[in-house]
């Protein structure tokens, strides 16, 4: 007889628990669901995401197409980093383009130096499902980011507007989801619901999932707005009070280049931005998102509107 | 390496529920400077005299200008050796479908009193509760310690008063912490005005608290969830059934049943992305490809020839009913989703209402309306494979949901 080997644990660690929730999420809804979609934009958190969601098919295909709201306004290496993933595990790409939208006159750009189009992705977002019909939408949100995010359900009702009813909402029990709709309506669903800032990044050094290189520390000319360091790129205008600089630095959060700002940082690898934002004093959206310091209801008031 | 521990608190601002919250996230250093700076700045506007740490989880515009927690929030920390995930929800009455949500998937309940006013209704419906959603944990602390003159003998009165109590109801394993959220003592450290007491922390109970034997690891449950088939040149004949292991363990070359054909066969391997394993269990979502080909299809479940679930379309259940605007009543439709296969279900009768506070049983009560609790009987249009919920909290539960607004109306627990 063989000797009896050590006792198992019967313990997931936290990270692969996490992973372990989120697959089960991703393929209820491909069992449950016509035409899901996952967003993509090329941030880490859309990036975790995918990985997992490929992971949950293996050996398969990704069973659904995935999306970017494209707002025009991107970094040149996050449009390369989407363009190489959608290449290398032979996704289908559907763009929804926000200078599109503006050019055919749907939407409005808003005014004002330091204008971001994060409010006016919404109407894209919105009609790119209709277009597609899709039924559910995947997004990379987290509770941890924000107060009324922390209050958004896994599978999250929204009705023919999009719109989300935080008062309204269906209680989530168990591992049990409830994705039941009429036509026309749709379920935004987050599969990194319970996951931290720091999970994210655990997570990444744990799986080597590739991201943009902007995460990591490298110099740039930046220039300096509302405490922030933004990127000196094509996308902004320069008032002429507006020094240009080169610092070292890296993104927490990527989203509209013209109003996501970098951090200063020396850390140029996973392990060093895992010290970095376990040590960090400062959310990564207070930190670096000008969108969200609208007011104390920011997220909230976009959300209701469809907002991701 | 470090676990995931999923925790329900619930109770109101004045037992210092927040406050205590509040302490574990600041002194593990889960609270932002930005996030703090904020819930200051809205405190002094509002004309608080100190920082209202409810803030910080009152994340909804109406919850910030009524002062009140209208829903489940979740708050995040972690400690070496343990992530938390805390689930917060509001204590009064009419909040207990948010309470029951929050309790489904908790490994540890804590339950508040002020050592000033001892045990009240509200901690004996929540030390209910967490019986009823079979939590593994309950941790009773009486806070507001100061406040008492940190007495061991007010302290040991309380202790025994809810012990007494909870002996009623179906717990495993209680612990009472005295503490002072407020000034710190019990929360994270150990107190320095309290020698009598030689228990732990409360963060360090926490943190040692054995939840690995929590899960049912003898009976073998796999409801399949999703197929795998991956029509490529490589994997041309892959099959996979893939899911979430709800109970026992799964390993290569176990004989395995599959319900509802009863066909038998033989697990051939367990995939994962990361490669194939010896041996899965709960809650690992995995691929199992059996040795034989049989139709196998969502909402199958796979179990052991020897060790078999339910299979049984009259279902005995607790059901907690969470709709405000239409009653469980006798002879009712209503569409039923448990482990990864939905059918509908028809009420047969409501045996009892319970009364959460006193536990007295009504047999008379005719319907449920939002928030109460009920013995049910349910028939449905297919079999389900289903366990006790008290032996297998994924097995024994499911959710009501209504056919004509698509809402979640239900929660039951089988008996």
């Given at each position: ?47 975790v ?25 991107n ?57 597609n ?13 924000e ?47 319970n ?22 520390a ?24 507006e ?34 934002v ?10 670096t998102?000008?969108?969200d ?16 | ?13 004045d ?5 205590l ?39 909804l ?56 006013k ?15 959603l ?43 912490i005295?503490?002072?959220a ?57 099959r ?29 391997s ?26 196998i ?72 309306v939002?928030n ?27 959710i ?9 109306v ?6």
């Amino acid at each position: 007889m063989p000797a009896p080997s050590p006792a198992p644990s019967y313990q997931l660690s936290h990270l692969r628990s996490l992973e372990a929730e989120a697959i089960h999420i991703i393929r209820e809804v491909a069992a449950e669901f016509e035409r899901p979609v996952l967003l993509f934009s090329g941030g880490k958190d859309s990036a975790v995401m995918l990985h997992i969601a490929r992971k949950a098919f293996w050996p398969a295909k990704l069973p659904f197409a995935v999306m970017h709201i494209d707002t025009g306004h991107n970094y040149d290496e996050v449009l390369a980093f989407r363009d190489a993933e959608v290449e290398k595990h032979g996704l289908r790409l559907v763009v929804a383009s926000v200078p599109d939208a503006l050019a055919a006159g749907k939407v409005k750009e808003a005014a004002g130096q330091g204008a971001t189009r994060n409010r006016i992705q919404t109407p894209v977002l919105l009609e790119a499902i209709e277009e597609n019909e899709f039924d559910a939408v995947f997004g990379g949100a987290r509770r941890d980011e924000e107060k009324a995010r922390a209050k958004e359900r896994v599978f999250s009702f929204r009705d023919e507007f999009g719109q989300w009813d935080p008062k309204n909402q269906r209680p989530e029990l168990w591992s049990l989801y409830n994705g039941r709709h009429h036509r026309g309506e749709h379920i935004r669903v987050f599969p990194l619901s319970n996951w931290t800032e720091l999970d994210i990044w655990q997570y990444i050094g744990a799986d080597e999932v590739s991201l943009p290189a902007l995460y990591f520390a490298h110099e740039r000319e930046v220039v300096q707005r509302d405490g922030m360091w933004i990127g000196v790129t094509r996308h902004i205008t320069l008032g002429d009070d507006e020094v240009v600089e080169t610092r070292t630095v890296r993104f927490r959060t990527i989203g509209d280049a013209t109003g996501t700002g970098a951090v200063e940082s020396t850390a140029a690898t996973i392990e060093q931005v895992i010290d970095e934002v376990a040590a960090t004093r400062l959310t990564e959206r207070g930190a670096t998102r000008a969108d969200d310091r609208i007011s104390e209801a920011g997220m909230e008031d976009r959300k209701r509107e469809g907002y991701f | 390496m470090s676990e995931l521990l999923r925790l329900a608190t619930a109770g109101s601002v004045d037992d210092g529920k927040s406050t205590l919250i509040g302490r574990l996230l600041y002194d593990s250093k889960a609270i932002f400077e930005d996030q703090l700076e904020a819930v200051e700045a809205t405190s002094a506007r509002m004309g608080a005299e100190y920082t209202n740490l409810a803030l910080l989880t009152d994340g909804l515009r109406a919850e910030r200008e009524q002062g009140i927690t209208i829903d489940v929030a979740y708050r995040y920390f972690a400690t070496p050796r343990r992530k938390f995930i805390i689930a917060d929800t509001p204590g009064h009455i009419q909040y207990t479908r948010n309470m029951v949500t929050g309790a489904s998937t908790a490994d540890l309940a804590l339950i508040l009193v002020d050592a000033r006013k001892g045990i009240v209704e509200q901690s004996r419906r929540h030390a209910f509760l967490s019986s009823l959603l079979q939590i593994p944990h309950l941790v009773l602390c009486v806070n507001k310690m100061d406040l008492v003159d940190w007495s061991e003998e007010r302290f040991r009165e309380i202790s025994d008063e809810f012990r007494d109590f909870a002996a009623k109801l179906d717990i495993s394993d209680l612990t009472t912490i005295p503490v002072s959220a407020l000034v710190g003592d019990n929360v994270v450290t150990r107190s320095e005005n309290m020698p009598w007491y030689e228990g732990a922390s409360l963060l360090h109970h926490m943190e040692q608290v054995h939840i690995a034997s929590d899960r049912n690891l003898i009976d073998a449950r796999f409801p399949v969830q999703y197929v795998i088939r991956p029509h490529s040149a490589e994997h041309h004949d892959y099959r996979g059934y893939a899911g979430t292991v709800a109970g026992g363990s799964f390993k290569p070359g176990d004989e395995v049943l599959v319900l509802p054909s009863g066909f038998t066969s033989r697990v051939k391997s367990i995939d994962t992305a990361d490669g194939p394993v010896d041996e899965a269990y709960s809650p690992m979502s995995v691929a199992i490809t059996l040795t034989d080909e049989i139709d196998i299809s969502r909402g199958d479940m796979i179990c052991r020839p020897h060790n078999q679930p339910r299979v049984t379309q009259d279902i005995e259940a607790m059901v907690c009913w969470m709709d405000e605007t239409s009653a469980l009543t006798p002879r009712r439709k209503l569409a039923i989703k448990h482990t990864t296969r939905s059918a509908r279900a028809l009420v047969k009768d409501l045996q009892y209402r319970l009364d959460v506070n006193t536990l007295h049983r009504d047999e008379a009560a005719p319907e449920l309306v939002l928030n109460e609790i009920g013995r049910v009987t349910l028939r449905t249009t297919l079999p389900l494979f289903c366990d006790e919920y008290r032996r297998n909290r994924t097995t024994g539960s499911f959710i009501l949901i209504d056919e004509d607004t698509n809402g979640t109306v239900g929660a039951g627990m089988i008996l």
